[in-house]
C-alpha cells in the first residue's frame, strides 16, 4: 500500500513564528499589509497569498511557510508591527518541510497518527498539529492530494527510517 508514496525534502522556505493579539484591529492591519492575506483566525485552517502559507497554531498564534527572503520579511513584519504587543521569531533553521506524495498517504499517515485524517477533516485550507511515531508535526494538506509534514530538524533522520521501514520511498532529493 505505502509503496505508492515518495517522501522529498521541500528545500528554500522561510519558517516564521508570528504571535500577536488576534482581536487588535491594527495588528491584523499590519499582518495583511504584509502577506495580502488575512490570518486564518479558525483553529486548525490556512490562508494563503502568492508566495506566502499562514497556519493557525493557536489563538494567537502562526507559522509562516513562504518562499520570501526570510531577512527580508522579518523585516517587513517588525516594520508593520511596530510597537504592537507582537514578535516574530525566524525558526527554519529548526525546521524541516517534507512532501508526501501518492495515492496512498493517508493510510501511511493512519498507521501511527491518531487524527481522522480523512479529506473532510483534513482537507486543503486545513492544518494540524498531531504526532507521527514519536514526533511532533504539523499536517498540510496540499491542493493536489499532497500532504505537507513541518517537523523539528532534530527528528528528520527518525522520520526517515519510520517511512522506510513504513514501505514509503524517501527522496533524498530536495524539492521547491
Not at 511596530?82 to 495515492?103: D, F, M, P, W, Y
Not at 486545513?126 to 494538506?141: E, F, H, I
Amino acid at each position: 500500500m505505502s509503496e505508492n508514496v515518495q517522501v522529498a525534502e521541500r528545500m528554500g522556505l522561510a519558517h516564521l513564528n508570528l504571535r500577536g493579539d488576534p482581536e487588535d484591529a491594527a495588528f491584523l492591519a499590519a499582518i495583511k499589509g504584509v502577506f495580502g492575506v488575512d490570518l486564518p483566525r479558525v483553529a486548525n485552517t490556512t490562508a494563503r497569498a502568492g508566495e506566502h502559507t499562514v497556519c493557525w497554531l493557536g489563538p494567537d498564534e502562526w507559522l509562516v511557510l513562504s518562499t520570501a527572503d526570510s531577512a527580508a520579511l522579518v523585516n517587513a513584519l517588525q516594520a508593520a508591527i511596530g510597537e504592537l504587543h507582537s514578535s516574530v521569531t525566524e525558526i527554519g533553521g529548526g525546521n524541516v518541510v517534507l512532501v508526501l506524495r501518492g495515492a496512498n498517504v493517508r493510510e501511511l499517515l493512519a498507521r501511527d497518527c491518531p487524527l481522522d485524517l480523512h479529506p473532510r477533516e483534513l482537507g486543503p485550507g486545513r492544518c494540524a498539529q498531531t504526532r507521527l511515531g514519536k514526533t511532533a508535526v504539523l499536517l498540510r494538506p496540499l491542493d493536489d492530494g499532497a500532504m505537507e509534514l513541518v517537523a523539528r530538524r532534530s527528528f528528520v533522520s527518525y522520520l526517515r527510517l519510520w517511512f522506510r521501514e513504513a514501505g514509503a520511498t524517501y527522496s533524498e532529493k530536495p524539492v521547491r
